[in-house]
C-alpha cells in the first residue's frame, strides 16, 4: 500500500508552503534565531539560541516527508521588490515611474510564480512613495526600520501590487 502523501508545495495566495528541505536550514536557522523573543513564550524548543538538535530536526524533516510520516513546510513570499533611482540631472521626468512600471509588468508577464511585488521607501521620501501611488501600488502600511542614512526617518512605508491587479 503506497502511504498518503500531501504535495511539495501549496499555493497560499501571495506566499507558497514548501516542505523543507536541507538547503533551507540556514535560512530557518537565521529565521528562529531573528524570531526568538516571538517564539519563546509560545514554543517549548526555543528557550536558547539554535544548535545542532534543532539543525538535526531540520535535517529529517525531507526523510519524514518522503516516508508520510510528517509534513513540515515553509513559509515563502512569491514577490519580487522594485526599486528604482534616476540620476539627479533626470528627476520629475518620470522616469522612475516608467521604469517601475516596465519591472512590474515583465515581472508579472514573466515569473508566474510571483504573485506581488513591493516598494519600500522611507516615510520621508515622497517622490518614491508618488512612483508607487501612480503605478497603482496599495499603500500596506509603516514599518519601524533602522536609520542608515541620513535622510531617513527611521519609518518605511511599504507598497504591495498584487498580480490580480495588474493591468487593472
Known amino acids: 500500500m503506497d502511504t498518503a502523501r500531501l504535495p511539495e508545495e501549496l499555493d497560499a495566495g501571495p506566499l507558497v508552503l514548501r516542505r523543507?528541505?536541507?538547503e533551507h536550514i540556514d535560512?530557518?536557522?537565521a529565521a528562529v534565531t531573528e524570531s526568538l523573543a516571538e517564539l519563546r513564550p509560545w514554543m517549548a524548543w526555543a528557550g536558547g539560541d539554535v544548535g545542532p538538535g534543532e539543525r538535526?530536526?531540520?535535517r529529517q524533516?525531507?526523510?519524514r516527508f518522503d516516508e508520510g510520516r510528517e509534513f513540515a513546510y515553509?513559509?515563502?513570499d512569491r514577490g519580487a521588490e522594485i526599486g528604482y533611482w534616476v540620476h539627479s540631472h533626470h528627476t520629475t521626468k518620470g522616469y522612475a515611474?516608467?521604469?517601475a512600471g516596465a519591472l512590474t509588468d515583465a515581472t508579472f508577464a514573466h515569473l508566474p510564480e510571483v504573485a506581488l511585488t513591493v516598494i519600500h521607501c522611507d516615510a520621508a521620501n515622497?517622490?518614491?512613495a508618488r512612483v508607487a501611488e501612480k503605478l497603482g501600488y496599495l499603500f500596506a502600511g509603516e514599518v519601524q526600520r533602522d536609520i542608515v542614512a541620513p535622510g531617513q526617518t527611521g519609518r518605511g512605508m511599504v507598497w504591495?501590487?498584487?498580480r490580480r491587479q495588474a493591468g487593472a
Open 20 to 22: 523543507w528541505r536541507e
Open 27 to 29: 535560512a530557518v536557522v
Open 56 to 58: 538535526g530536526y531540520l
Open 61 to 63: 524533516a525531507g526523510p
Open 74 to 76: 515553509g513559509i515563502f
Open 97 to 99: 515611474t516608467l521604469a
Open 126 to 128: 515622497r517622490a518614491s
Open 160 to 162: 504591495v501590487r498584487l
